[in-house]
């Protein structure tokens, strides 16, 4: 059985599709050791002069600290993708945002 704490971030990752993204980014590239590593990561993004480290990436990656508009970019030009991937996934930023809205109502109506 999950406690509230558990079960808000089991929710919150089914919203947060940015930090699934950037899981699945990382994982595809290659690092010394096969998989990029949460720490090669943070390398990355501290070697463009943007302060992180590998238990920020975790945090991010898990859902429990929240993405800022500039760590998206900064995840983004170190994985060499585009930002508005991070963002919208293969849909474009149209369907993106029709689909937020449906969900806002959706959620609304529920009373969440």
């Known amino acids: 059985m999950m406690n509230c ?52 990436v975790s945090r991010i990656e898990s859902g429990i600290r929240e993405i800022t508009d500039f760590d998206l970019i900064q995840f983004a030009y170190a994985l060499n993708i585009d930002v508005r991937y991070l963002l919208c996934g293969s849909k474009t930023v149209g369907e993106m945002v029709v689909e937020c809205g449906e969900a806002f109502k959706n959620n609304m109506r529920a009373g969440a």
């Open 5 to 56: 704490f558990e079960r808000n971030i089991q929710e919150y990752n089914e919203r947060n599709l940015c930090a699934r993204r950037i899981r699945l980014e990382r994982l595809k590239h290659i690092g010394s050791n096969g998989v990029l590593t949460q720490q090669e990561l943070a390398e990355r993004i501290c070697s463009q002069g943007y302060p992180m480290t590998r238990i920020t």
